[in-house]
Nanobody
Framework: QLQLVESGGGLVQPGGSLRLSCAASGDSAKIGWFRQAPGKEREGVSCLSVRAGRTNYADSVKGRFTISRDNAKNTVYLQMNNLEPEDTALYYC????????????????????WGQGTQVTVSS
């Protein structure tokens, strides 16, 4: 399994931006961001298929969030713009070392390594 460390969370006003980072201890085939709000189930936010460069986004964040990767640093970023109170959650980074195709999916079972999470709070 990979060791994943998230950072970049915090408190931001509605309409603001944050950039989350996920530093991995090694290479991965798929990287995903998930989030869990209080009282709700964890949901997929975005993922990246590293070799193919393909991305996937939840409908609720399309056009506002962007996932990217710095290969040299083995770090994945989630740029979050125009944040809304509904984005408040604990954000997790997840990874999978082996590939199953060129696409990635926002399905928890597809990932075998998880970080501890970083809190994002959107409030005025």
């Amino acid at each position: 399994q990979l060791q994943l460390v998230e950072s970049g969370g915090g408190l931001v006003q509605p309409g603001g931006s944050l950039r989350l980072s996920c530093a991995a201890s090694g290479d991965s085939a798929k990287i995903g961001w998930f989030r869990q709000a209080p009282g709700k189930e964890r949901e997929g936010v975005s993922c990246l298929s590293v070799r193919a460069g393909r991305t996937n986004y939840a409908d609720s964040v399309k056009g506002r969030f962007t996932i990217s990767r710095d290969n040299a640093k083995n770090t994945v970023y989630l740029q979050m713009n125009n944040l809304e109170p509904e984005d408040t959650a604990l954000y997790y980074c997840a990874a999978r070392r082996t590939s199953y195709g060129s696409a990635c999916y926002l399905v928890e079972a597809n990932y075998d390594s998880w970080g501890q999470g970083t809190q994002v709070t959107v409030s005025s």
